[in-house]
């Protein structure tokens, strides 16, 4: 446990910060079942739909530090994969 108050709010803000990371990357996941969900219905409007907001995401994780650049950009590369029909899991 920390001695010092300045480190007590640094706990704290860590904390914080990991759960808002998590939610973030639990996001895009959950995006990436949305996004397979749409193909398999085969809705064409749907599966540009889920796409768009997955790059969205993606992104919006990667810029808030959720996500490494190379890692976001993997995801992208595979979103755009399974949106082509190579349906890579």
């Known amino acids: 446990m920390a001695n010092i108050r300045s480190q007590e ?12 990371n998590r939610r973030r990357t639990s996001t895009v996941k959950t995006h990436f079942r949305r996004l ?8 064409g409007e749907a599966i540009e739909t889920e796409h ?14 959720a996500l490494h650049r190379n890692n976001a950009a993997r995801k992208k590369a595979r979103a755009a994969r399974i949106r082509a029909g190579g349906g890579a899991t």
Not at 9 to 20: F, P, Q
Not at 36 to 43: P, R, V
Not at 52 to 65: F, M, Y
């Open 9 to 20: 709010k640094r706990i704290d803000r860590s904390e914080r910060e990991r759960l808002e």
């Open 36 to 43: 397979q969900a749409a193909l398999e219905s085969g809705d």
């Open 52 to 65: 768009k907001t997955l790059i969205s995401v993606i992104d919006k994780a990667a810029e808030h530090g």
